[in-house]
């Protein structure tokens, strides 16, 4: 697929599914045209989200232990084909990919299979999906604004299955507030791994806080901007390029010893607020939300790195209530 290639009919119907939230009511893939015009530019998209979430395990210290991924809801694939291109495809044996479409599933499955030629690529069966037998690790990428009841109570069985869980979704209020519900019943069972620094139930959850919700926003690469290609699909498509809001749970099983929360260590909420005397943002540590503010002149330099990094915003701040004096990113 290239530019020229592209097909914007395809790509207009995809996008009005999508407003009309009508990709819930089934498969709206109709070729495998569509599959490769979605990958090429929402999917792409979407991979810059996963990119960010990986760049943040990578920081953590964080890798899954199981050899085998397990893409279910898989659409074009690209969830899968950044985790296994993140950690390196020598980690990994094999992929299994599901949908409630066999068009994705054939389209995922030969695109992994193009890009990691020594990978087992097979697609869930009725049967795979209905056993005990563990899943390694599960990747699961923008599906619950699709899901019915019945769909996300069998992805919790497969979750009861998996190894660990990397799960992202779009950065809206509702679907981040249901993710972050999903994410305290995970606690039973597994360690949460990302985004949190602790394994507290989730603080947006609590009673007052129904206006937050945990949320970030992954850099697009900086290349695009003068692409006139990407420029022209934005304007067509009604998208602002520099947007890029997701919420996401890693986990990981508590038998495997995996790695522990992050004490004294805080995540920002969203974005920084940059104003000319000090910057402001929403923290989430162990003791739970709370704004901060960061006045200029306690510290210029970290003043100005919150301005400009692109990096995943977990620090450990020097704080005085709720006036921040310093601090250090992780990593």
């Known amino acids: 697929m290239t530019w020229d290639e592209l097909d914007w009919s395809i790509l207009e119907r995809l996008r009005g599914r999508f407003l009309s939230n009508a990709a819930a009511a089934g498969p709206y893939w109709e070729s495998a045209d569509d599959l490769a015009n979605y990958d090429y530019t929402y999917g792409e998209r979407i991979g810059w989200k996963w990119d960010h979430v990986l760049r943040e395990l990578r920081l953590r210290n964080w890798r ?3 050899r085998t991924v397990f893409d279910w809801g898989c659409g074009s694939g690209v969830a899968a084909r950044r985790v296994i291109a993140g950690f390196g495809p020598e980690n990994f044996d094999a992929l299994t990919v599901w949908d409630h479409s066999p068009l994705a599933c054939d389209y995922a499955a030969a695109t992994a299979q193009q890009a990691f030629p020594a990978l087992t690529l097979t697609q869930a069966t009725p049967g795979l999906l209905a056993a005990p037998t563990p899943i390694g690790l599960l990747v699961v990428s923008h599906v619950l604004n699709e899901l019915p009841p019945d769909a996300l109570a069998a992805l919790q069985a497969l979750i009861a299955r998996a190894d660990a869980v990397l799960w992202v979704e779009p950065g809206t209020h509702v679907v981040s507030r249901q ?3 999903l994410r305290d019943d995970l606690r039973a069972t597994f360690q949460i ?5 602790h394994a507290n139930p989730c603080p947006v959850l609590t009673p007052g806080n129904e206006r937050h919700w945990c949320h970030f926003f992954a850099p697009p690469p900086p290349e695009i901007f003068a692409d006139s290609n990407w420029v022209k699909f934005g304007q067509r498509a009604g998208i602002d390029l520099r947007s890029l809001p997701y919420c996401f749970i890693a986990a990981e099983r508590d038998d495997a010893g995996g790695t522990p929360a992050l004490p004294g260590l805080s995540r920002v909420i969203g974005r920084v607020e940059h104003y000319k005397p000090y910057a402001r943002w ?8 709370v704004e901060l503010e960061l006045p200029k002149r306690a510290d210029s330099a970290l003043f100005k790195q919150l301005e400009r990094t692109k990096a995943p915003l977990v620090y450990r701040w020097h704080r005085d209530s709720d006036k921040v004096t310093g601090g250090e990113s992780l990593g």
Request: proline residues 11%.
């Open 64 to 66: 899954p232990r199981a």
């Open 179 to 181: 993710l972050s519900a």
């Open 193 to 197: 791994v990302a985004p949190c620094t």
């Open 282 to 289: 929403l923290n989430c540590d162990a003791s739970g939300l």
